[in-house]
C-alpha cells in the first residue's frame, strides 16, 4: 500500500509543471499558461495612465509564489513611488529610466486591468505578448503560480 502511494505521488509530481497562469479575473476562466521553473522572471510593461511614461514591474517565481522584485520607470508622478523605502535601491538606467529594487513582496492577488488606451505586454521567456491582443480590452487579468499537467502545457491555450 505504502508503495502504491509513494509511485502515485512520484507520477504526479513528474506529470505536473509550475506555470504562470493567467485567468480572467471576473470569470476566473483560464485564458492561458506558460510553463516556469523556480527563480523565472517576468514582467508587466504599460503606459501609466496618468503621467503617461512606460512603467515596467518585474516578477519573479519563488516556491511556487509569485513577488514583486523591481520596478522601472521614467518619470515621477502620481501612482509611481516616490520614497525609497529600506532595503529598497534606486538604480539609473542607460536610458534615463529609474530602477527601484529589493522589494522582495509576495504578490497573492496580482491582477492588472489591460488598457483601452494603451497595451499592457507580458514579457516571459523572450516573449512578448499583448495582453490586449490575448485578453481583450478593459479585463481584468490575475496572474498565479499554479501546477499544471505537462501534457496539457501549451503557451497559448487554457
Known amino acids: 500500500m505504502i508503495l502504491a502511494i509513494m509511485a502515485s505521488v512520484l507520477i504526479t509530481n513528474a506529470l505536473l509543471s509550475p506555470c504562470l497562469v493567467l485567468r480572467d479575473g471576473d470569470t476566473g476562466k483560464v485564458i492561458s499558461f506558460y510553463p516556469v521553473?523556480?527563480?523565472?522572471?517576468?514582467?508587466?510593461?504599460?503606459?501609466?495612465?496618468?503621467n503617461n511614461s512606460p512603467v515596467t514591474d518585474i516578477y519573479q517565481i519563488r516556491n511556487g509564489k509569485l513577488y514583486v522584485v523591481r520596478t522601472i520607470y521614467y518619470s515621477f508622478g502620481a501612482g509611481v513611488q516616490t520614497e525609497i523605502e529600506d532595503g529598497q535601491t534606486l538604480d539609473y538606467g542607460p536610458d534615463g529610466s529609474m530602477i527601484v529594487s529589493?522589494?522582495?513582496?509576495?504578490?497573492?492577488?496580482l491582477s492588472y486591468i489591460v488598457g483601452t488606451v494603451s497595451d499592457h505586454e507580458l514579457e516571459i521567456d523572450g516573449?512578448?505578448?499583448?495582453?490586449?491582443?490575448?485578453?481583450?480590452?478593459?479585463?481584468?487579468?490575475r496572474f498565479t503560480c499554479e501546477y499544471r499537467f505537462n501534457i496539457l502545457q501549451s503557451k497559448d491555450h487554457g
Open 127 to 141: 516573449q512578448s505578448i499583448s495582453l490586449r491582443e490575448l485578453c481583450g480590452r478593459n479585463v481584468t487579468v
Open 102 to 109: 529589493g522589494f522582495n513582496i509576495p504578490m497573492d492577488n
Open 37 to 50: 521553473k523556480e527563480g523565472d522572471e517576468f514582467s508587466i510593461t504599460f503606459v501609466h495612465s496618468v
